[in-house]
């Protein structure tokens, strides 16, 4: 391995930044960010250096005692092969771009220092999470993240519904944890061992311990049942939602599934394409209904997310890494760009408050149409590759359940995204504000440039082939670029052609209702449904009602329990023992000299009698 | 009739007895010291009496120290109890029950 000092200088200077910036420049809050920004911007040069002196096809580890118990030994190694290098490019590269927006978005906020500080703490634990060599190293960083996650989202903590939707990811968060902890024993239990080279040549473990470990996934990817916290994330500022709750953390579960694919039997595949495939389902009828700009693009997130989960269990992960990396692209360019209009609007999320933005943030309009297009799977946008390979391993795996649910949602993702689009860029101004709205700064534009660039080309400059690296054997995919953008329709024509008829589908349907509106249609046409969607299904209200009530009425007698029989019983009786015997003890001493003298001779004499007698 | 130990000994044990109630049951401070002091005199009596019975000086030499520590006592004792009357104007024992609290 060359330049093996370069990945841990990565992975660690962002741990470094982010130390300094709370110690010492938490007051200037510029100086603040342009330390982050150059730690994140180092590591992307870094990474890049070691990637074109290694190559992709290089795999390997760099390895560092960590513990060792007994027989039990962890190391702290970093793992190095093209899936992780990657990772390393879309962490450092994406997030480097949403760094130097944030210089922007955030310029005004007082807590600005303290933003970058938390940026760079959550950048070292993705970091960490990706370049994990086995199951400890990665679950420590896997919590980092989380604690990172908790930190952004409850950013604004003065709001309390910032604080709330922080504790709610924070805490959704633990129960897919805990069973990812579960599946990491039952993993150590079967294989003993925990480095995911070594569990490679292992192989599978029991369905249980494998649908264990995808628990971590849920919760982290926001899968159902532990959907709920992600669109609430969006309490945070807009970068952060762009960076951890669209490119990179939510995608840690699925890159933690690509990771151990080989853990996974049959069984447990069909379990998470099942889940993946609902969730895309569910979170896209949600996102027809909802009427925040930034709650709509998190749940297409969600459903994004559940088609890279629901690739991974039809036995595609190159598919679904690949997937994950347009989607990082795109979703991170959507929601900068939602979270340029909203500086633009000035702070307003509505989207019926919005309109005709196309006139007065023209670039923040063409990247968002780009973005918008990527999702929605038009050629030659990099969406359309990824979301095709996926919908053509759904065929070639003969799951025409899954097939029709994929193109179904390809149809509602375009529907859903081009309604957000219509009615923010195009239409009517609905409000005063949007008839002042402004574009945004360079440095907020720039980044939307880059990655609008990317979202482009990135389904034809060979991502998927490099992913293949890892997991070979599902042909090859050509790294030539005229044939790259072909490939699709004669790799498997069905999926390709359904896909962009979905499309059609979708933006004409879009264009016919929201075309020229300034009120939502929908709703007295679809009725009861659209309040359904509008209400997210009421999964809220249902835990509220089942898990939350059964979890109040648990502590609620954990409290009896304590207070009464625990702290008035056992605690209060040996209490009260100890002060009955104190108060009866000092009925003795009566202060009284002869007393004492007496007593002292009534000793003595009882002394005597013993000895004596 | 010969006098023998038995006799010596009991009368120290009376002494001893009677200095022992005067310290349990008197009021008066310097009573009590003064029953204090029997007592002390009433062990004197008894080392004295075996020394005697033994043929040996051991006890005798042994009453001496403590004639000599009771002197030094009683100096400081009765220093102590004029202190305490200049500072509460009674030398009853009734009166001293600061311990108490």
């Known amino acids: ?613 | 009739m010969q006098v023998g130990l038995e006799h010596y000994l009991t009368v120290s044990f009376l002494l001893f007895a009677m200095g022992m109630l005067g310290v349990i049951m008197r009021r008066n401070l310097l009573v009590i010291y003064m029953s204090l002091e029997l007592m002390l005199n009433a062990a004197n009596l008894a080392l004295v009496a075996f020394s005697r019975f033994n043929n040996k000086l051991d006890g005798q030499v042994l009453v001496f120290f403590i004639i000599t520590v009771a002197a030094a006592e009683v100096a400081v004792g009765l220093a102590l109890i004029v202190a305490l009357y200049r500072r509460r104007q009674s030398a009853h024992v009734e009166d001293l029950t600061s311990m108490k609290r």
């Open chain 1, 1 to 613: 391995m060359k330049y093996e000092i370069l990945p841990w200088l990565t992975l660690f200077l962002p741990i470094f930044a982010a130390v300094f910036i709370t110690l010492f420049t938490l007051r200037a809050k510029n100086v603040s960010s342009f330390i982050s920004i150059v730690a994140i911007v180092a590591g992307f040069i870094m990474s890049c250096v070691f990637i074109y002196a290694n190559g992709f096809q290089f795999s390997g580890e760099s390895i560092r005692d960590w513990l060792s118990v007994g027989d039990f030994h962890v190391d702290f190694g970093l793992k190095l092969d093209a899936l992780s290098m990657m990772m390393l490019l879309i962490v450092t590269g994406v997030g480097g771009a949403i760094h130097i927006y944030s210089y922007g978005y955030m310029d005004d906020d007082p807590g600005k220092a303290r933003f970058f500080a938390e940026l760079s703490l959550f950048t070292f634990s993705m970091l960490g999470i990706v370049l994990a060599n086995n199951f400890i190293e990665m679950f420590i960083f896997w919590e980092l993240v989380g604690v990172s996650s908790y930190l952004l989202i409850g950013f604004w903590f003065e709001k309390p519904s910032a604080g709330d939707a922080a504790k709610k990811a924070f805490i959704v968060n633990r129960l897919g944890d805990f069973g990812f902890m579960l599946g990491i024993l039952m993993v150590w239990a079967s294989h003993g061992s925990l480095n995911f080279s070594a569990l490679q040549g292992l192989g599978i473990v029991s369905t249980i311990a494998g649908l264990l470990v995808f628990c971590g996934a849920v919760g982290k990817s926001a899968q159902f049942p532990l959907h709920v916290w992600l669109p609430d994330a969006m309490e945070g500022p807009t970068p952060v939602s762009a960076l951890i709750h669209a490119a990179t953390m939510v995608a840690a579960g699925v890159y933690m599934l690509c990771r151990t694919f080989y853990l996974y039997n049959a069984d447990g595949l069909q379990v998470i394409a099942y889940i993946g495939g609902f969730t895309a389902l569910l979170a896209a009828l949600m996102a027809v209904q909802q009427s925040d700009i930034k709650r709509i693009i998190a749940y297409s997130t969600l459903s994004q997310l559940g088609y890279m989960v629901m690739a991974v269990g039809l036995a595609g992960p190159s598919q679904a890494m690949f997937h994950l990396t347009t989607h990082a692209f795109f979703k991170a360019l959507l929601f900068l760009s939602a979270g340029s209009v909203i500086i633009g609007m000035h702070h307003e999320q509505d989207i019926w408050q919005m309109g005709n933005l196309r006139k007065k943030m023209p670039i923040t309009f063409w990247t968002f149409l780009i973005g918008a297009l990527a999702l929605s799977g038009v050629w030659p946008f990099s969406g359309f590759f990824s979301k095709d390979s996926i919908i053509g391993q759904a065929l070639a795996q003969h799951n025409y359940l899954l097939f029709a649910d994929g193109v179904f949602i390809a149809a509602l993702t375009t529907f859903y995204t081009f309604r957000l689009f219509f009615v923010v860029f195009l239409n009517q101004e609905k409000s005063d504000v949007a008839k002042h709205a402004h574009e945004s700064p360079a440095v907020m534009t720039l980044p939307l440039v880059i990655l609008a660039a990317f979202a482009l080309i990135g389904g034809v400059i060979g991502i998927q082939g490099i992913y293949q690296y890892n997991f070979p054997g599902e042909g090859e995919k050509p790294a030539n670029f005229g044939a790259a953008l072909v490939e699709p329709f004669a790799h498997s024509p069905v999926a390709a052609t359904l896909g962009l008829l979905a499309f059609v589908i979708g933006i004409v349907l879009a264009w016919m209702l929201y075309g020229n509106t300034s009120t939502d249609p929908l709703p007295a046409k679809l009725g009861g449904l659209a309040a359904l969607m509008k209400n997210k299904f009421y999964f809220d209200e249902i835990y509220e009602a089942t898990f939350i009530r059964a979890h109040d009425f648990i502590a609620a007698v954990a409290d009896f329990i304590d207070r009464w029989i625990v702290e008035g019983l056992c605690i209060g009786l040996i209490r009260g023992g100890t002060d009955l015997t104190g108060r009866a003890l000092r009925l003795v001493q009566t202060g009284n000299l002869q007393t004492y003298a007496f007593l002292f001779v009534l000793g003595v004499a009882v002394a005597l009698y013993f000895v004596l007698r």
